[in-house]
Every structure is written in C-alpha cells, then in structure tokens.
C-alpha cells in the first residue's frame, strides 16, 4: 500500500471515528426529542408506543412542573448576572492589576472548579445551618453564583490576557478616565468573553443537580423536579420542555454564527482592481 493510498485511508478512518463519537454523544438528545412526541399509555415514558402532539400542546399539564421550570429560569437569569458582574471585576483586576495576594486569589478562583459538586454542596449546607439561614431560593442563588464566578472569571480572564492593553492607554491618553475607558473601550472589546461567560454560567444553572439538591429546601427546580419524578415514571412533558431549551440554545447559537459572520465580512477590507487602486492612489 503506497503513502497516499495510506493517509487516504487513515483520514477516511479518523472522519467515521469523529461521526461515531459524535453520533454517541447526540444520541440521547435524539431519545429526549423522540419521545417528547411518544403516545404513552401510562406513568412511564420508556417504550415507543405511538406518534402524538399532544404533550406539546400541553407542556406545562403535569403539576408542579411549570413552578418548577419558571424556578430554574429565575435562579439562572439573576445568579448570571451577579456571577457575570462579579466575575468581570474580578478577572480585571486579576489581569490589569497587581495587588498582594493575587496568587492566593487565583488560586480560590479555581477551587471551586477542582472541587466535587457534592462536597460544595454539603459544605454550603453546612454553613447555612450553622448560621441559621433558612434553605431556599435565596440559597440556591447564593450557591449558584458561587459556582458559576469561577467559570466566568476563567472565561473572561482568557479574553482579556489576549487583548492589546495599548488601546485603552491611548484612550485614557486622549482625555478618557478609567470608568470611560472600560465602558467604551475594554468592555466592547471583552464583549464576546463576557456574553460566553453569561452563556456558559445560565447553562451550568439551569442544569445544577447536586448542589441545588442540597440547598434547596421546599423550593423545587426542574432538575429536582425530574429527580423527583423518576421514581413514578417521567411523563413526556418534561421531554418536551428539555427539547425547547435545546432548540432555544440551538436558535441563539445559530443566531450568533449569522452575527459574527455579518461582522467580519464587513470588517472585511475591500481590495480594488489594480487600475483603481493606482488611480485612487494617484
């Protein structure tokens, strides 16, 4: 077998390899699609049992399980923006600054992330009990944005380590102090980092188990809820509202591509002909 016969080969190879995992990856998502539309005739959503629009004409028609999505929304959107505004702040002054303790502060920053969930979760637990803080919303927020300020000021320090700081140094040069200097210089240009970062922090609420399970005391989120109801057969519904926030995701994603693609074709410099560039430059 010659050399090109064998890299033919081994790229053909690595292609169907790529598929297979990819294939493995989104396979449960299909499942969760599939049966969103299933005909059950029973508590328990496991077998194919027939083609209906019903559960989707009805997605909120099992008990508890609006409350219990419109509680994931809430705690998503408000621990975002507190874990995003913090976490801007913080991964600022971890890279524009130098201060004392800066090591130490990197170092608790990435703590979290090493951490297993059910250790935050029980020591979290513990510290609301000890100081008699009752379980809840307003913990599950606490605890969410702990979790998710990690991951934002990893996300938006990257960003920000990339950037040519020369261009906030000849802004505060023409006149522009420091709060005018972030507001119309660093923060359009971190922009893309800080909107990954809210993306990335909603997604890793909205998705929270263990920690949730935790400190959530009478209140009830969708994955609790889910939880909670696979001792008694998960009804189609619930397939129904994962299938809308995996076609949201997937309509914002789309969204954005079309954005960034507008934005560097019209970033794009326009090359002239050659007898209008030499006229033009004469």
């Given at each position: 077998?010659?050399?090109?016969?064998?890299?033919?080969?081994?790229?053909?190879?690595?292609?169907?390899?790529?598929?297979?995992?990819?294939?493995?990856?989104?396979?449960?998502?299909?499942?969760?699609?599939?049966?969103?539309?299933?005909?059950?005739k029973g508590r328990f959503?496991?077998?194919?049992?027939?083609?209906?629009?019903?559960?989707?004409?009805?997605?909120?028609?099992?008990?508890?399980?609006?409350?219990?999505?419109?509680?994931?929304?809430?705690?998503?959107?408000?621990?975002?923006?507190?874990?995003?505004?913090?976490?801007?702040?913080?991964?600022?002054?971890?890279?524009?600054?130098?201060?004392?303790?800066?090591?130490?502060?990197?170092?608790?920053?990435?703590?979290?992330?090493?951490?297993p969930e059910v250790v935050?979760?029980?020591?979290?637990?513990?510290?609301?009990?000890?100081?008699?803080?009752?379980?809840?919303?307003?913990?599950?927020?606490?605890?969410?944005?702990?979790?998710?300020?990690?991951?934002?000021?990893?996300?938006?320090?990257?960003?920000?380590?990339?950037?040519?700081?020369?261009?906030?140094?000849?802004?505060?040069?023409?006149?522009?102090?420091?709060?005018?200097?972030?507001?119309?210089?660093?923060?359009?240009?971190?922009?893309?980092?800080?909107?990954?970062?809210?993306?990335?922090?909603?997604?890793?609420?909205?998705?929270?188990?263990?920690?949730?399970?935790?400190?959530?005391?009478?209140?009830?989120?969708?994955?609790?809820?889910?939880?909670?109801?696979?001792?008694?057969?998960?009804?189609?519904?619930?397939?129904?509202?994962?299938?809308?926030?995996?076609?949201?995701?997937v309509v914002g994603m789309?969204?954005?591509?079309?954005?960034?693609?507008?934005?560097?074709?019209?970033?794009?410099?326009?090359?002239?002909?050659?007898?209008?560039?030499?006229?033009?430059?004469?």
């Amino acid at each position: 077998m010659s050399a090109r016969t064998w890299d033919l080969v081994r790229h053909r190879l690595l292609g169907l390899w790529a598929g297979l995992a990819l294939l493995y990856l989104f396979l449960p998502i299909f499942i969760v699609i599939l049966f969103s539309f299933n005909a059950n005739k029973g508590r328990f959503n496991l077998t194919w049992q027939g083609f209906t629009l019903e559960h989707w004409q009805h997605p909120f028609g099992v008990a508890g399980l609006g409350s219990a999505m419109a509680n994931s929304l809430e705690v998503a959107a408000i621990s975002t923006l507190i874990a995003v505004t913090l976490g801007t702040f913080m991964a600022l002054a971890l890279v524009r600054y130098g201060f004392r303790g800066r090591r130490a502060t990197d170092l608790f920053v990435f703590l979290p992330l090493a951490t297993p969930e059910v250790v935050l979760g029980a020591a979290l637990l513990g510290l609301f009990l000890t100081m008699n803080v009752a379980t809840g919303f307003v913990t599950i927020v606490i605890a969410h944005v702990m979790f998710n300020v990690s991951y934002v000021v990893v996300t938006i320090k990257a960003r920000l380590e990339g950037m040519d700081t020369h261009i906030e140094e000849a802004a505060m040069d023409l006149g522009a102090n420091e709060w005018t200097t972030f507001r119309k210089v660093t923060l359009p240009m971190i922009a893309p980092g800080v909107a990954a970062a809210a993306l990335l922090a909603f997604a890793l609420s909205i998705d929270d188990f263990v920690i949730t399970n935790f400190n959530a005391g009478q209140t009830v989120t969708f994955p609790l809820f889910i939880y909670g109801a696979a001792r008694q057969g998960i009804p189609p519904e619930v397939n129904v509202l994962a299938t809308m926030i995996l076609l949201v995701a997937v309509v914002g994603m789309i969204v954005n591509l079309v954005l960034q693609h507008r934005k560097s074709r019209a970033e794009r410099p326009v090359m002239l002909p050659a007898p209008v560039a030499a006229e033009a430059a004469g």
